[in-house]
């Protein structure tokens, strides 16, 4: 197998959103978006995985080494080998990933945020900087679209928080901020536990009502700080939005049900969204 064939397959694998909007992307951008992705895969999967922090603590140390060796021109791994030879061409630069790193290096440290400050920080490493490479990939042409590109990541990130806020429990994980929890009077220890009483209900929906409004304004000023130069490009961050905005919409509908059932989107609707937003350049 061919380092390129490593990243499609790790890509494709995925079932993520972000596979479709790549769908639409000329190959040399598309090759390098698909590395650049799989990389991010490879090291989140590091947490994800989880058995033994120590185990991943070493993973994580032994990516930060290849990333070093990969930039001095010896990539070992399959991801960096189709990586290497694009990132110069679209400005993928070694401090990109080791910030992603970085903040898989967090999710090892600390399962709990005070504030909305805290978690942005984490959400900055975890998605903002992977907005930030995207952004060139896809075909920067003016600075401002850099701020777009993180507040975008933010937005999509805490989408993914909203989304998986059970599965998260499930590993001892609350990224909602813990002053935000207070403030809705939801305690840590009732979304470990995943209560279903109406009382807890009503409070929690509270809660995540809060989250939803804060993910649209973000979306907002993401979509208000693209520069009209850069629109037509950066189509493919555009329709990650629709499909993320989109699910977000769903688990609204759905009444906030994420402690219980993960809610997503058909391969279907999720190429379709992308297609829309391709054909009319709207989300």
């Keep these: 197998m061919t380092p390129q064939d490593y990243v499609q397959q790790k890509a494709a694998a995925s079932g993520s959103s972000f596979y479709y909007a790549f769908l639409f992307l000329p190959k040399p951008r598309r090759a390098a ?49 189709a990586l290497m030879p694009l990132a110069a061409q679209f400005g993928i630069e070694a401090r990109h990933l080791l910030g992603v790193i970085e903040g898989c290096q967090m999710d090892l440290q600390q399962t ?43 937005a999509l990130q805490l989408t993914n928080i909203i989304r998986d806020v059970g599965e998260d429990a499930m590993r001892g994980r609350i990224y909602l901020p813990v002053d935000e929890l207070q403030r809705f009077d939801v305690k840590a220890h009732e979304i470990l536990k995943r209560p279903s009483d109406a009382e807890f209900r009503a409070r929690f929906v509270q809660l995540m009502q809060f989250q939803a409004e804060r993910a649209h304004g973000l979306y907002e000023q993401a979509f208000a700080l693209l520069p009209d130069a850069d629109r037509r490009a950066q189509k493919p961050g555009l329709m990650m939005a629709s499909i993320y905005r989109t699910l977000l ?33 709207r989300v």
């Design 249 to 281: 919409r769903e688990i609204e509908r759905d009444g906030f049900s994420v402690l219980h059932q993960r809610v997503s989107l058909t391969p279907l609707r999720k190429f379709w969204l992308a297609w829309r937003v391709q054909a009319l350049g």
């Design 33 to 81: 978006i698909t590395a650049f992705y799989a990389f991010c895969r490879e090291v989140d999967d590091v947490v994800d995985d989880m058995v033994d922090p120590a185990v991943a603590a070493t993973k994580l140390a032994w990516w930060r080494s290849e990333v070093a060796q990969s930039f001095a021109g010896q990539p070992s791994h399959p991801v960096m080998q």
């Design 112 to 154: 709990r945020y005070l504030d909305f400050p805290a978690l942005q920080q984490y959400c900055h490493l975890v998605a903002g900087v992977v907005g930030e490479v995207a952004a060139s990939i896809f075909g920067q042409s003016a600075p401002e679209t850099t701020a777009y590109a993180h507040k975008l990541g933010l």
